[in-house]
């Protein structure tokens, strides 16, 4: 016991604004510590102390262990040849290295709890602790917390209410959902796999803020990510409910708010009993087969950031809540977006709006520079030299396709005459298929079936690479290899048709004024079929015969 009381000295580690700036000092195995005190000894004026507070203390055991004795401090600080409190790097790799060895294979030397390993002691010297009200349980962020009106955070130990993600059966029946959901790439599947092995306990409430109140106490909102996990069933009832988005015009069924509760959500969602003779009975049936019609979720889409809380919770919520046909199928993340390969901030000017883009590049050239911009959980980057280059090849595009309709105009006037306008030359349409009109072919069957994949894998990127850029290439290449006999008027037209529907998705305006302006179309193309006319699979043999005859070509 110090019953003189004890010395507080300084220490250069030691930060005055994390807890009460004051620790105690174990020379034995913190290195820190013992080249503070070995500082202290060398240099006290310095320090502005009295040597006599330093001279007589020396480290004193406190845990032994097999890589460093009992001395682990000094041990390392003389291996790493640390010097004084300046040496920061090999102190904190000393420090690193002395704390996982005492904790992980240390074995106490002293007290009461001597001998016992120092994992298992250290909860006992807690308990006790507080047991005998010499202490109290604290904590504080690992590092500092800026909230974002710029205050400083500290730790609130406050009544909380807490979700037990960790629950095993719980956790069992997430991973099942897990592993028949499409997360569209390994690296999905392979995050929200560590996060389920380690997730437990999650803060579900606060007093403060935006959000669903705590049904049993009203007091508190849902945080933000543990709430809106189920929120697109509502999408699948809502056009029901009401006509405005406010849901001040009641919908078709007549079902006011003060009708939807929670016998009759437990009903609609659940397909619980409702209380016998419920006066909207048959317009709840009405909600419960629109939900059943919609659910369960085909995909959910969301930023990479959500996958360690917001998206896994979307998984726990509804393996606890639904039947098992009712669970998500999909969920498609996305890296965030950079603008010419920088982050975007307003401070530094690297920012563009969605609205400037349009304006800038319009939708569909916009659209296109996104899509092209990355499809994976890496950072998409949108490069605004693309978006200026999709502009000229969307006009060159349709300043071709309408010589190549005017060109096929004029053969079907005259099917057995060769047609030419501007750069466009057909032989007649009555001519049988050569075998560079049949390599032709099958190439458009190939980029249109890897086409409608990359669309079903949403991989944008993909699509437009084989349903756009590789189709332009595939159209030269066949212009320029029948230059002499000209291109076939039917093939053509199948090539325009295809490029049409195929490029539709991203650039949806440009190719209805194709589709109906240019190509003659009465209705929309949004009503356009994909394409029915397609083989199985690829005729790689036909492909590979095609590739010999151009290689052939070309060495001749």
């Not at 507080?8 to 034995?28: D, Q």
């Not at 070995?38 to 009295?50: F, M, S, T, V």
């Not at 075998?435 to 072919?441: Q, W």
Request: with cysteine; glycine share 6%; hydrophobic share 40%.
């Amino acid at each position: 016991e110090y019953k003189d009381g004890v010395y507080v000295l300084p220490m250069e580690n030691v930060l005055a604004t994390k807890g009460t700036g004051v620790v105690t000092s174990v020379p034995s195995d913190s290195p820190d510590d013992y080249a503070a005190l070995r500082d202290l000894k060398k240099k006290p004026e310095y320090y502005n102390i009295d040597p006599k507070w330093v001279e007589a203390f020396n480290p004193i055991a406190v845990l032994s262990t097999e890589a460093y004795g009992e001395m682990s401090a000094p041990t390392l600080c003389d291996k790493l040849k640390i010097n004084s409190q300046k040496d920061r790097v090999q102190l904190a790799e000393a420090k690193e290295a002395a704390y996982k060895e005492g904790f992980y294979n240390g074995t106490m030397s002293i007290g009461e709890f001597k001998g016992l390993p120092v994992q298992v002691a250290k909860q006992m010297v807690r308990a006790q602790l507080i047991e005998c009200h010499d202490a109290v349980p604290y904590a504080e962020p690992e590092g500092l917390v800026m909230s974002r009106s710029g205050d400083e955070c500290v730790v609130a130990l406050c009544d909380q209410w807490y979700i037990t993600y960790g629950e095993e059966a719980w956790k069992a029946l997430t991973k099942k959902c897990l592993a028949q959901l499409n997360t569209y790439s390994d690296d999905t599947r392979t995050q929200f796999e560590a996060k389920l092995d380690w997730l437990n306990e999650w803060a579900c409430a606060r007093s403060f803020g935006l959000g669903s109140k705590v049904p049993w106490e009203e007091s508190l909102v849902i945080e933000s990510l543990s709430d809106s996990t189920i929120y697109m069933s509502y999408y699948t009832v809502s056009h029901l409910l009401h006509r405005s988005l406010d849901g001040s015009e009641i919908g078709p069924l007549g079902i006011t708010a003060e009708d939807m509760d929670y016998f009759a959500w437990d009903y609609v969602l659940l397909g619980k009993d409702l209380p016998s003779g419920h006066s909207k009975a048959a317009e709840l049936a009405e909600l419960r087969r629109s939900y059943l019609y919609w659910y369960p979720v085909d995909i959910r889409s969301s930023a990479k950031d959500l996958v360690q809380n917001h998206l896994t919770f979307f998984m726990y919520i509804h393996t606890a809540m639904f039947p098992e046909r009712e669970w998500p199928r999909g969920i498609r993340v996305n890296g965030h977006l950079l603008l010419n390969s920088e982050k975007m901030s307003k401070s530094t000017g690297n920012s563009l709006s969605l609205r400037e883009a349009c304006d800038r590049y319009g939708a569909d050239a916009t659209r296109i520079a996104l899509a092209v911009a990355g499809d994976s959980m890496e950072d998409a980057n949108f490069e605004e030299e693309t978006a200026e280059a999709e502009i000229l090849r969307l006009f060159n595009l349709k300043e071709w396709v309408t010589d190549a309709l005017v060109a096929l105009a004029a053969s079907e006037k005259s099917p057995s005459e060769e047609t030419r306008v501007e750069s466009v030359f057909l032989c007649p349409a009555s001519a049988p298929f050569t075998a560079l009109d049949r390599v032709f072919d099958a190439k458009m069957d190939m980029y249109t079936l890897a086409t409608g994949a990359a669309y079903e894998a949403t991989m944008y990127r993909d699509a437009l690479k084989n349903g756009m850029y590789e189709f332009l290439i595939l159209r030269d290449w066949y212009r320029e290899a029948s230059a002499a006999t000209g291109m076939h008027p039917t093939l053509l037209r199948k090539w325009i048709n295809r490029q049409v529907i195929q490029l539709c998705p991203v650039a949806p305006h440009w190719c209805e004024h194709v589709w109906r302006t240019l190509m003659g179309n009465s209705t929309s193309i949004m009503n356009a079929r994909w394409p029915t006319d397609l083989p199985a699979d690829v005729d790689h043999a036909l492909i590979a015969a095609g590739d010999y005859m151009t290689k052939l070509t070309k060495s001749v």
